[in-house]
Structure formats: C-alpha cells, structure tokens
C-alpha cells in the first residue's frame, strides 16, 4: 500500500501549508527535507491552544501534535507533490507548559505514533526531542517539525 493509499485510509485531507512570517514551510537540500515549525491549525483555527498542565490535557496535546504532523505532510506534499520514498530523520516537538509539566514526551507522540502509522516503524520512526517552552505562536499549545530524508 502506498503513502498516499495510507493517508486515504484514514480519510485525512492534505492541508496546503500557509506559513504565518517570512519563511517557506518546507525546503529541499539534496536528499533531505527541512519542515518548518508547524502549529495545529485545522480550517484555520488552532486545535487545543493554551498550555499543557493548565488548559490543555495531555490528550488533547496530543492531538495537537497529530494535526501538527499532518500539516507537517501537507507542506512536504506542497514541495514534492508525493510522499513516498520518504523517510523521517528527526522530529522536534514544542509544548507550552507550566513550570511544573513533565509529560512533554507524551504530547508528542501524537505526532510520533501517527507518523509511525503511516510510514511503518523503519521509515516513521526517526530521532526526536520534545520539550516545554513558556509560550508558542498565536498561543499553540504545540509546535512540530521535521527533517525527512529522500531515499
């Protein structure tokens, strides 16, 4: 089954990336993908926005990653027009937290675990580092991006 096949299956619609500055939402170096922070946006409204350990729980920051990666897919299928042959190298996961949160990791295997689901568990599963931060754009309780490689 292909990548486009998977995403059908789940009944997921690829958004068009829509950066929110001065930047490009995805760009390619030789065989190497660079995904800019991407927030939850979901028919342009934020999806759970505020922080974890306050108004945010850890299922619904979850969530917020998962939609972060999807829009993380969107951006590359923008650039490259397919998804496979793709590989994940690294993710980066941002959460706004309170001083007091700990549970980062699991925010962001939303994004992770779907990632996984998608490309199988030698080509979705890649390095990572999540961690809190005091606040995300546009008041995101989570930002995420990734570093693809080309195989």
């Known amino acids: 089954m292909t990548i486009a096949q ?3 299956e789940l009944g997921i619609t690829l958004p068009e990336p ?28 934020l999806v759970h926005p505020g922080h974890l350990g ?10 917020a990653a998962r939609v972060c990666a999807i829009n993380a897919l969107g951006a590359t ?12 190298i690294r993710a ?4 706004a937290a309170t001083p007091d949160f700990t ?5 962001i295997n939303g994004a992770s675990e779907f990632l996984k ?8 599963v890649g390095t990572r580092v999540a961690f809190g931060v005091a606040s995300l ?15």
């Open 18 to 45: 829509a950066p929110a500055g001065v930047y490009r939402a995805a760009i390619r170096t030789g065989n190497q993908i660079y995904i800019a922070g991407q927030l939850p946006m979901r028919d342009g409204a």
């Open 6 to 8: 998977r995403i059908a």
């Open 117 to 124: 689901e998608l490309f199988g568990d030698e080509r979705g």
């Open 54 to 63: 306050d108004n945010v729980t850890v299922e619904q920051g979850a969530e």
């Open 77 to 88: 299928h923008a650039l490259l027009g397919s998804l496979e042959d793709l590989r994940i």
């Open 103 to 107: 549970q980062h990791p699991s925010v």
């Open 92 to 95: 980066v996961g941002l959460v």
């Open 137 to 151: 754009p546009l008041g995101s309780s989570v930002e995420f991006e990734l570093l693809l490689e080309i195989y």
